[in-house]
């Protein structure tokens, strides 16, 4: 199975701030990553796809770079709004693996 | 829009068999993938299978011949059981919906259910 690696499991940053949440895979991926994002009650929200596609209804702030093994979700400019859950999930191959979860707290 | 909404049991028992339900709205079964996955207490989180458009199915290895992913078409449910369970399999469990073969991220999710194993 691919190895998802989500080095930092807890992140706090003040709102206007920017963030880097890193993912390294234990294997090549190509850009096959996907980001989300969960908040406590809600539903889990896509955020990037093809390790720097933006879904629709993303804010531009969130922005996704990398390939191979090392990707990374960027957050310019927090908002108050995106504390939460993020998670990175490879999809080259099966099993379907996903990174052990970055905790983003607002200051 | 797409919706998608778990039931079920909160409670089983080891050894026993967890049956939950995702309820569709707004889409089709009939078209894309349709995805388990769990959230483990702390935060770890497990694919455990889908059903395909056409009823066919593809599940984790870990899981082995203990799960089965089915689906009613004319309720547009599709449904996870996952035999002889132990305290391990306590997690909160969400139905997705994935674009599949080359795009098996999830676009849409259910809120989740939190599942219990104890006697």
């Known amino acids: 199975d691919v190895q998802m690696t989500q080095s930092l499991s807890y992140l706090a940053a003040s709102p206007g701030e920017s963030v880097s949440i890193s993912c390294k895979a234990s294997?090549?991926?190509?850009?096959?990553l996907a980001w989300y994002q969960q908040k406590p009650g809600e539903a889990y929200k896509l955020l990037i796809y093809s390790g720097s596609t933006l879904q629709s209804g993303t804010p531009s702030r969130f922005s996704g770079s990398g390939s191979g093994t090392d990707f990374t979700l960027t957050i310019r400019s927090l908002e108050p709004e995106d504390f939460g859950l993020y998670y990175c999930q490879q999809y080259y191959e099966k099993p379907l693996t996903f990174g052990s979860g970055t905790k983003l707290e607002i200051k | 829009e797409v919706q998608l909404q778990e039931s079920g049991p909160g409670l089983v028992k080891p050894s026993q068999s967890l049956s939950l339900t995702c309820s569709v709205t707004?889409?089709?079964?009939?078209?894309?993938?349709w995805g388990w996955i769990r959230k483990f207490p702390g935060n770890k989180m497990e694919w455990m299978g889908y059903i395909s458009y056409s009823g066919s199915t593809s599940y984790n290895p870990s899981l082995k011949s203990r799960i089965s992913i089915t689906r009613d078409t004319s309720k547009n449910q599709f449904f996870l059981q996952l035999n002889s369970v132990t305290t391990e399999d306590t997690a909160t469990y969400y139905c997705?919906?994935?674009?599949?073969?080359?795009?098996?991220?999830?676009?849409?999710w259910g809120q989740g259910v939190m599942v219990t194993v104890s006697s």
């Open positions: 294997k090549s991926i190509s850009n096959y």
């Open positions: 707004g889409y089709s079964i009939t078209s894309n993938y």
């Open positions: 997705a919906r994935s674009r599949g073969r080359i795009r098996d991220y999830f676009d849409y």
